[in-house]
């Protein structure tokens, strides 16, 4: 059973355009979520999160929003470069609970020039 | 240098062989993990360690072990080998109680089981 779901597999955008990589979670302690970027033959990188008594944090291009009622977030970047192209997985967990990040299954994002 | 290193790389076994993927961390910090990746599947946690005396099962652990013999070394053992084991494996470290369970990856070892 899922409980942190990227349903679309893949992505792909033109440069400078905004890119909109969707997650969805049925787990309602889930109280920290977190994206992670991944380039091929490397780890995943984190990249930005979001705590569930916020709705929205921004770090230069890419921001997250969390929709807790909807039990969804969304990573948003803006412009999408090349450089972005990468798979991106969101992540979840419990704080002060067991801690462990449950993974969604990674949407591949494509940024053509 | 990496903070998060994983020896080797790259690794070809038959089936019913031992081995054993090593992950060494700089980062002075005391939870380890072990994760493995497949193609459409994302991230799923083998085994993890919240310090040298703690030992846990992930929710994929059977067919596997782990021993922490430091802080900073975190091994992963295949008993028998078995050919659905080929994947990517990943080793990751983390902080606890900073209110951000940040996740620092190895670059990752790529498993192959004939």
């Known amino acids: 059973d899922q409980q942190v779901k990227q349903n679309s597999p893949s992505l792909s955008v033109q440069e400078g355009r905004i890119s909109i990589l969707n997650c969805d979670y049925t787990?309602?302690?889930?109280?920290?979520f977190l994206w992670y970027k991944k380039y091929p033959a490397e780890g995943p990188t984190f990249l930005i999160s979001?705590?569930?008594?916020?709705d929205k944090n921004e770090d230069g291009r890419f921001t997250v929003f969390l929709n807790k009622s909807a039990k969804h977030l969304s990573l948003h970047i803006v412009p999408s470069q090349p450089g972005d192209s990468a798979v991106y997985f969101c992540?979840?967990?419990?704080?002060?609970?067991?801690?462990?990040?449950?993974f969604g299954k990674g949407t591949k994002l494509t940024v053509n020039p | 240098d990496a903070d998060v290193t994983q020896t080797p790389r790259n690794r070809i076994t038959k089936t019913g062989k031992r081995i054993m993927l090593e992950c060494s961390q700089t980062?002075?910090?005391?939870?380890m993990y072990w994760y493995r990746q497949d193609p459409g599947l994302g991230l799923r946690l083998i085994y993890y360690?919240?310090?040298?005396?703690?030992?846990n099962k992930g929710e994929i652990s059977d067919g596997y072990s782990v021993s922490r013999q430091a802080q900073a070394k975190f091994s992963l053992s295949l008993e028998s080998a078995i050919p659905n084991q080929t994947a990517l494996y990943f080793c990751?470290?983390?902080?606890?109680?900073?209110?951000?369970?940040?996740?620092?990856f190895g670059p990752g070892t790529r498993l192959l089981v004939l």
């Open positions: 990751a470290t983390s902080v606890p109680g900073t209110g951000q369970e940040t996740q620092y």
């Open positions: 787990n309602s302690m889930f109280d920290y």
């Open positions: 979001i705590s569930s008594i916020k």
């Open positions: 992540a979840a967990l419990t704080q002060g609970g067991s801690e462990k990040l449950v």
């Open positions: 980062k002075g910090h005391d939870r």
């Open positions: 360690s919240f310090d040298v005396k703690d030992i």
